[in-house]
């Protein structure tokens, strides 16, 4: 007998998540009874605010156990759409959304939907860890371009047009972004979409972090800097960052009708709709405004402490400088000045003071970490101290 087939191509050439590996290992190491300051996971530590989990039971008491329409229930849709023409003036109608089971989904349809083999996607590092991989699934190939703390972690319109060919379909952006935080103004991003304009790219706009800005910064809507922008503009974003619905699994896409059609039609083959009885727990979150508001505001003011906090105590450190990022719950401190390869820094911390943190490499950056401080304040005053007795140690 011959032995079986290897497996495919496909499932040869994905990488696994790193950030999820390594915060496996360290919630592993802590249910060993292990005392792990992680700094690795990529959700809020709060839970759900109670009024969008009653309404998800109220659903499920009431029979939403069903298959719903693949996009996503109606009310749902209708009010994304209403949330984008209040929020931003983007004005859509509700066949311009597709609800997905995660923002992780909406993004791998969005590519899915514009990009064929043989087409190249312009990927800046340092980069959300599925990006490539998704690009990949695709059958198109990633194109890198660094953007380290030099142009503060952002493409600029001279490096996007370096890295443009004939065979370019599309630019990935995420601002606010993971894994550094790192906030493009309006400016900014208006220069962007004027290249991928001239270039005839799609964008695909990773806006999960859109509520979570600091320093009174306001949220950008790509589509929105211009008609022809919006035409080529794939909008993502969701519940998991903003209501700290991360288990729940639900994702938006808005784009142009052609486009969402398209991913309604691959979401149909390939998961159908997300929980239908989820949808209504997001529902609510968008429609009891009071209630959402106030249960973000909380989780905001937390963050933003936190994050002035590690700011302040990782430039105290000798060896590590660290740029103040406007959002997301991220720093990315450059530790290039130890001389280590950042998987063996972050190896040896995990090793020696059970700090978990991922390498920037991870991430396309090398010499760099990512933190997270969606963790306790207890947890971050105890892992800055124990990252600073290993910095020391270094030095030495
Ligand atoms: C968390 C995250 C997502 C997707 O989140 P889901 O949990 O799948 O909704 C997408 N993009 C970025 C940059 C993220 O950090």
């Given at each position: 007998m011959n032995a079986p087939h290897p497996l495919s191509t496909w499932a040869r050439n994905v990488s696994?998540?790193?950030?999820?590996?390594?915060?496996?290992?360290?919630?592993?190491?802590?249910?060993?009874?292990?005392?792990?300051c992680g700094f690795a996971a990529g959700e809020p530590d709060f839970d759900t605010p109670q009024f969008i989990k009653d309404a998800a039971i109220a659903a499920l008491q009431a029979g939403q156990t069903k298959y719903a329409p693949t996009p996503g229930i109606e009310p749902l849709r209708q009010a994304v759409a209403e949330r984008y023409a209040a929020e931003y003036g983007y004005k859509i109608t509700p066949a311009q959304v597709v609800v997905s089971p995660g923002g992780k989904f909406s993004c791998y349809l969005g590519i899915l939907a514009v990009c064929s083999p043989g087409d190249e996607v312009?990927?800046?590092?340092?980069?959300?860890?599925?990006?490539?991989?998704?690009?990949?699934?695709?059958?198109?190939?990633?194109?890198?371009?660094?953007?380290?703390?030099?142009t503060a972690f952002k493409l600029t319109p001279a490096m996007l047009e370096g890295a443009i060919t004939a065979r370019t379909r599309m630019l990935i952006l995420c601002s606010p972004s993971n894994p550094t935080g790192a906030v493009y103004t309006r400016a900014e991003l208006a220069a962007l979409a004027e290249?991928?304009?001239?270039?005839?790219?799609?964008?695909?706009?990773?806006?999960?972090?859109?509520?979570?800005?600091?320093?009174?910064?306001?949220?950008?809507n790509f589509a929105m800097l211009g008609a022809e922008v919006e035409k080529r503009t794939i909008t993502v974003a969701g519940f998991s960052k903003t209501f700290a619905m991360t288990g729940w699994r639900l994702g938006t896409l808005v784009a142009p009708l052609p486009i969402t059609k398209a991913v309604a039609e691959l979401q149909s083959q390939m998961s159908s709709n997300?929980?239908?009885?989820?949808?209504?727990?997001?529902?609510?979150?968008?429609?009891?405004?009071?209630?959402?508001?106030?249960?973000?505001?909380?989780?905001?003011?937390?963050?933003?402490?936190?994050?002035?906090?590690?700011?302040a105590e990782l430039n105290k450190i000798p060896g590590i400088t660290c740029l103040l990022a406007?959002?997301?719950?991220?720093?990315?401190?450059?530790?290039?000045?130890?001389?280590l390869k950042d998987v063996d820094f972050c190896a040896q911390l995990l090793e020696k003071e059970k700090v978990?943190?991922?390498?920037?490499?991870?991430?396309?950056?090398?010499?760099?970490?990512?933190?997270?401080?969606?963790?306790s304040d207890e947890t971050l005053r105890k892992g800055v101290e124990r990252l600073t007795r290993f910095c020391a140690g270094l030095k030495k």
């Open positions: 696994p998540s790193p950030t999820l590996a390594i915060d496996a290992k360290a919630k592993a190491m802590k249910a060993a009874g292990e005392d792990v312009i990927v800046p590092a340092p980069y959300w860890v599925s990006y490539p991989e998704m690009v990949k699934l695709a059958g198109a190939t990633p194109r890198f371009v660094l953007c380290d703390d030099r290249v991928c304009v001239k270039h005839n790219l799609y964008v695909l706009s990773d806006e999960m972090y859109e509520h979570l800005m600091y320093d009174g910064g306001t949220p950008v997300a929980t239908t009885f989820a949808q209504f727990g997001a529902l609510a979150a968008l429609k009891e405004k009071a209630k959402a508001a106030a249960a973000l505001a909380e989780m905001k003011i937390a963050f933003d402490r936190r994050r002035r906090f590690l700011h406007g959002g997301a719950f991220y720093l990315f401190p450059n530790i290039s000045s130890f001389g978990a943190a991922v390498p920037g490499s991870s991430f396309g950056a090398e010499g760099y970490l990512r933190l997270s401080y969606a963790t």
